[in-house]
């Protein structure tokens, strides 16, 4: 099993950058995916950012050439850095990790706001 907790949200103001963390603790697994996705309120949960145990990164269009994921295998943390912050962006992250052992699990975190307001 896996588990994550995120840090880091808070309030920014419009333009603003924040990082967010995500730490997993547990079993650790070769083969993952550790995600970032975000919901407003009266939304759907979706997708801002991914990156696979070999280096690979899928982003949201709305975040794309603002926000950038990176990870350190070494501390099985996850990073999202944010930058030019938009009101829009306000929402609470979730940190997920899909992890393969004989078979794909998932795990989310607890999840952390953020609001980006003036």
């Known amino acids: 099993q896996v588990q994550l907790v995120e840090s880091g949200g808070g309030l920014v103001q419009p333009g603003g950058s924040l990082r967010l963390s995500c730490a997993a603790s547990?079993?650790?697994?070769?083969?993952?995916?550790m995600a970032w996705y975000r919901q407003a309120p009266g939304k759907r949960r979706e997708l801002v950012a991914a990156?696979?145990?070999?280096?690979?990164?899928n982003y949201g269009d709305s975040v794309k050439g603002r926000f950038t994921i990176s990870r350190d295998n070494a501390k099985n943390t996850v990073y999202l850095q944010m930058n030019s912050l938009k009101p829009e962006d306000t929402a609470d992250y979730y940190c997920?990790?899909?992890?393969?052992?004989?078979?794909?699990?998932?795990?989310w975190g607890q999840g952390t706001q953020v609001t980006v307001s003036s």
């Open positions: 990156m696979t145990s070999s280096g690979s990164t």
């Open positions: 547990g079993n650790k697994f070769s083969e993952n995916i």
């Open positions: 997920k990790m899909d992890y393969y052992d004989t078979t794909w699990s998932v795990s």
